[in-house]
């Protein structure tokens, strides 16, 4: 299948600070990437919709000045965490669009733990 | 909008049975259902996929059934092994992405 990789796969930060993640599918272009937030026991939570070279759809709920997302490129989505606070502390997985495997087949980032102290 | 039911939230097995997980859906314009596969501190893993002109499709031990009249479908897995053992994810697509609440399965060695 196809491969998407994330970036850090743990990150600990201090409350305050901001945390980027990045998400890359690496061997198919993505002009749509999911980022999602995943709760321990829980199903996964659509964050927002990442649209290369335009805005990103929020879900409702979601901070857009919260959760900073850029889709600068067809590989590459990023989500940034600003002023992080514990209760930011999450799984946080992103998913990549291959459109050539056929609508809505997405494939899934190894998640990024973030903990925010 | 939509709800995807998953059904059973905890499943165990025995090592060499089979074991079934069955999701419903509510919006009659879903039109693609994937099957994935969470281990533990990992991501979502897409193991099967169907989409609604087709009602079933097998790929070696796994195989997924749709009915569409019914709105649900079901993952099966034959000859369980103990890297089985995983939590379970359906999803229903059509203007959205709606996933199951997830089953968490456990094979028994």
């Known amino acids: 299948g196809a491969v998407v990789s994330q970036h850090p796969s743990r990150v600990i930060c201090k409350s305050g600070t901001s945390v980027k993640i990045e998400c890359r599918s690496l061997d198919f272009q993505a002009t749509t990437m999911f980022w999602y937030r995943q709760f321990p026991k829980q199903s996964l939570m659509l964050m927002a919709t990442?649209?290369?070279?335009?805005?990103?759809?929020?879900e409702q709920g979601v901070e857009k000045d919260k959760f900073l997302i850029n889709h600068a490129s067809l590989t590459l989505s990023t989500l940034t965490v600003t002023s992080a606070h514990p209760e930011d502390s999450s799984f946080y997985i992103c998913?990549?669009?291959?459109?050539?495997?056929?609508?809505?087949?997405?494939?899934f980032g190894p998640g990024t733990r973030l903990t925010v102290l | 909008g939509e709800n995807v039911e998953q059904h059973p939230s905890t499943l165990s097995v025995q090592e060499g049975d089979s074991a079934v997980i069955k999701c419903t859906y509510s919006d009659s314009a879903s039109n693609y259902f994937p099957w994935y596969k969470q281990e533990l501190g990992k991501g979502p893993q897409l193991i099967i996929d169907i989409r609604s002109n087709v009602g079933e499709k097998k790929d070696q031990r796994i195989a997924v059934t749709l009915n569409k009249t019914a709105k649900h479908f079901s993952l099966h897995i034959t000859e369980t092994q103990p890297e089985d053992s995983a939590v379970y994810f359906c999803?229903?697509?059509?203007?959205?992405?709606?996933f199951g609440t997830g089953t968490s399965l456990t094979v028994i060695p």
């Open positions: 998913s990549a669009e291959d459109r050539d495997r056929g609508a809505d087949t997405q494939y």
């Open positions: 990442s649209n290369e070279g335009s805005k990103a759809t929020y």
């Open positions: 999803a229903a697509s059509g203007n959205q992405f709606y």
